[in-house]
């Protein structure tokens, strides 16, 4: 089962920040959050990926709470292309020596011109 | 290639034929990785690879799905007897190392429809 649970839903003006929550409270101290986005018909894309530190890269900011119970996606500047579903995940050891991502269900962010 | 390339992109095959789903992954790409889509859902886990040997098979629904990757690079995941449910899109995913601090790259995925 997935280990966070995000809102199912939510919209963006065209231009603004695109903030989108993750809970994820049952985190262990070596796993790691992940931030996927899945665009109609294509596969998961990765985005951004954090242990603990915030992190920023190209494509957005991952802010993670001190206590690791929860993190936000901050996408500065959203376009319609950013249109999509977006996964966090928090890999889990599989004990097979691979760390393994089981998605959810995602929120699906509408981007509104 | 440049990206992780799966083929067919569409498949539409009886129930009880035998298909068979291919994945080239990124060149280099040690850890090799197939999930399954269903219609509203986020991917599920079937099968992760280290080089040629399959380290974790625990997503596997039955018997009746297998997956080579007899090289280390190119992977088959084959699907004996389809059913029905078995329709959904088939993604595979390579990632440089097993390690938590690699993320995956996905191909655009097989789209399996069982009549």
């Known amino acids: 089962d997935a280990k966070t649970t995000q809102p199912t839903s939510m919209d963006c003006a065209e231009g603004r920040a695109a903030n989108l929550p993750c809970n994820h409270s049952t985190i262990s101290g070596n796993e790691y959050v992940y931030w996927y986005r899945q665009i109609h018909s294509q596969g998961p894309q990765y985005i951004i990926h954090g242990l603990k530190n915030n992190e920023t890269n190209e494509m957005a900011s991952l802010i993670i709470t001190e206590d690791r119970k929860s993190s936000t996606l901050i996408l500065p500047h959203a376009t319609l292309r950013d249109t999509a579903v977006y996964y966090c995940?928090?890999?889990?050891?599989?004990?097979?020596?691979?760390?393994?991502?089981?998605f959810g269900k995602g929120t699906k962010l509408s981007v509104i011109p | 290639g440049a990206g992780v390339s799966q083929t067919p992109s569409n498949k539409v095959t009886e129930k009880g034929k035998y298909v068979e789903l291919r994945c080239d992954p990124i060149?280099?790409?040690?850890?090799l990785y197939w999930y399954r889509q269903s219609l509203g859902q986020g991917p599920e886990f079937l099968i992760y690879f280290q080089g040629t040997g399959a380290a974790d098979d625990s997503g596997l629904p039955n018997d009746r799905f297998f997956a080579v990757r007899p090289e280390g690079s190119v992977s088959t995941l084959k699907i004996q007897r389809t059913e029905r449910g078995d329709s959904a899109v088939y993604l595979c995913a390579s990632s440089l190392n097993r390690g938590a601090n690699y993320g995956y790259t996905f191909g655009s995925g097989t789209r399996l429809t069982v009549v």
């Open positions: 995940i928090v890999s889990s050891y599989s004990g097979a020596g691979s760390y393994q991502l089981t």
């Open positions: 060149s280099g790409h040690t850890a």
